[in-house]
Structures are given as structure tokens and as C-alpha cells.
T-cell receptor
Framework: QQQVKQSPQSLIVQKGGIPIINCAYE??????FPWYQQFPGKGPALLIA?????SEKKEGRFTISFNKSAKQFSLHIMDSQPGDSATYFC??????????FGKGTRLSVIA | DSGVTQTPKHLITATGQRVTLRCSPR?????VYWYQQSLDQGLQFLIQ???????AKGNILERFSAQQFPDLHSELNLSSLELGDSALYFC??????????FGSGTRLTVV
């Protein structure tokens, strides 16, 4: 079964807009929630990650919001640029278990 | 360059054949993970090795096997290939269980 559910599958925003990608999980043992960015022909690259003891983390234009009680977390991209057009994956893991990924969101930022 | 090296980048082979994918982890990383990426299934975890030993197993078919050698490089062997095995295969490495670094992948096409 899908341990991390991601939505939407695809997203189109205007340059300068704030795309939001959402993920939900069931396993309360998860203790690390990263987001990966993947460009065509490349491997996923770690963008930003959060632990469940904080509700928000910002790195540059990227922000993760985390809601532990709802078992949901989301990625916000401020002032989005065409160069942000990529596929974004949320993921989760606990202890020594490997990363499990959402199915990905294809983001297109149009000028 | 992420520091994780995967070869070959592309592979085209016929059904029923066997192929070997190779991964060299980032210097200092002890864990190697293999993932399969297809259009409809996202990134699926196959198997993890830690310092030469199998650590975790995911949705890996019996026709697939892997190993990690004393120099920590890893090989993923795919045999009796079927059309449905066509996918991107990614290797990732990590020192601890957090902060995976992915290679650029091997695109396998089975014809």
C-alpha cells in the first residue's frame, strides 16, 4: 500500500505564484520527512527536510509545513520561477527503515 | 555531480536476458539503496545494503538480486527480463539512515 500519499499529481502556476504540494502519512513511527526535487534525466536531489518536533522549516524560497496531529506535511515554494519546474517527491522514514516516497508532483512554472 | 556514480546510463536489452547495474556510493557512505522508478509507480524501494550486508528488502522480484562488495560498490542483477522491467533504476547512498544522495540512474529498456 502507498505509505505516503501525495497530491496533486501535477500543478501549473504562474511565475511568482506559490505552489503548494501536500502529503499525508499513516505510520506514526515516521520521524524524518524530506522533499526531493527531480529534473528530467537526473536523480532526485534532497531539497529540504523536517523532523516531527517542529511545525515549519524554511530554506530559501522553500518551506515545509508539518501538522503532526493530522499526519500531513506540505511544501510551499515562494516566488516560484520557471527554473523550479521539476517533479517533487515527498518521502518519509523511521529509524532504520528505508525512505518511502510519494508518487510525485510534476510542477510547471510558466512565465 | 552528487558523488554517487551509476553505470551504465542507458541499457537496451531483449526479453529473457540478464543485465547488471553498477553503483559506486559517495565516499564514506556505508549504505546503498536501490530504487525502481516507473511512470505510474513512482520511486519503489528494492533493497538496501549496509557495509556489505543486506539490511532491508522491499518490493524486489525474485528475478532480481543485489550485492555490496568489500569496496562498498553495489551491483543490481536483473534476470529473465520482461517488458515491464523497463524503468529507471536509481542507486542512493547514505552514511546513516538519513540524507540519501541519489545517482543519475540507469535507464533500462527491455524490447
Amino acid at each position: 500500500q502507498q505509505q505516503v500519499k501525495q497530491s496533486p499529481q501535477s500543478l501549473i502556476v504562474q511565475k511568482g505564484g506559490i505552489p503548494i504540494i501536500n502529503c499525508a502519512y499513516e505510520n506514526t513511527a515516521f520521524d524524518y520527512f524530506p522533499w526531493y526535487q527531480q529534473f528530467p534525466g537526473k536523480g532526485p536531489a534532497l531539497l529540504i527536510a523536517i523532523r516531527p518536533d517542529v511545525s515549519e522549516k524554511k530554506e530559501g524560497r522553500f518551506t515545509i509545513s508539518f501538522n503532526k496531529s493530522a499526519k500531513q506535511f506540505s511544501l510551499h515554494i515562494m516566488d516560484s520561477q520557471p527554473g523550479d519546474s521539476a517533479t517533487y517527491f515527498c518521502a518519509a522514514l523511521s529509524g532504520n527503515t528505508p525512505l518511502v516516497f510519494g508518487k510525485g508532483t510534476r510542477l510547471s512554472v510558466i512565465a | 555531480d552528487s558523488g554517487v556514480t551509476q553505470t551504465p546510463k542507458h541499457l537496451i536489452t531483449a526479453t529473457g536476458q540478464r543485465v547488471t547495474l553498477r553503483c559506486s556510493p559517495r565516499s564514506g557512505d556505508l549504505s546503498v539503496y536501490w530504487y525502481q522508478q516507473s511512470l505510474d509507480q513512482g520511486l519503489q524501494f528494492l533493497i538496501q545494503y549496509y557495509n556489505g550486508e543486506e539490511r532491508a528488502k522491499g518490493n524486489i522480484l525474485e528475478r532480481f538480486s543485489a550485492q555490496q562488495f568489500p569496496d562498498l560498490h553495489s551491483e543490481l542483477n536483473l534476470s529473465s527480463l520482461e517488458l515491464g522491467d523497463s524503468a529507471l533504476y536509481f542507486c542512493a547512498s547514505s552514511f546513516e539512515n538519513y540524507g540519501y544522495t541519489f545517482g543519475s540512474g540507469t535507464r533500462l529498456t527491455v524490447v
